[in-house]
């Protein structure tokens, strides 16, 4: 889970950039999404693989794939809800060894 610590290092990390979901209209290669995301993430242990943005249809966001263990999962679903907290729609994919994290302004 999620530590009240390290969610707060993702809404000081997010929330000055994302005041009604801007950031991605004003980031408009999500690095600054990006980054952020990626800075958390390494704060809380994990390691981001590739990170990338995303452009198809109504979709649009950033995409992080990440290594990970079954043991692993509540905590990065906790993660993708904290996201969820702050506004954003996140999907997470779980595959054998690996995540990807999706955050958009869209329906994803």
Known sequence: M???AEA???RAAIEPDAASLEILSTDPD???LA??????LTECGWRVITGSY???GLTEGIVL???MTED???ALVSFANALRDLGFDVRVR???GAAQLIVGRNPL
């Open 2 to 4: 999620l530590t009240a």
């Open 8 to 10: 707060d290092a993702l």
């Open 30 to 32: 999500g690095n600054m």
């Open 35 to 40: 980054d952020a995301i990626t800075a958390v």
């Open 54 to 56: 995303m452009r198809t």
């Open 65 to 67: 794939r990440l290594p």
């Open 72 to 74: 692993d999962s509540p």
């Open 94 to 96: 779980e595959r054998t």
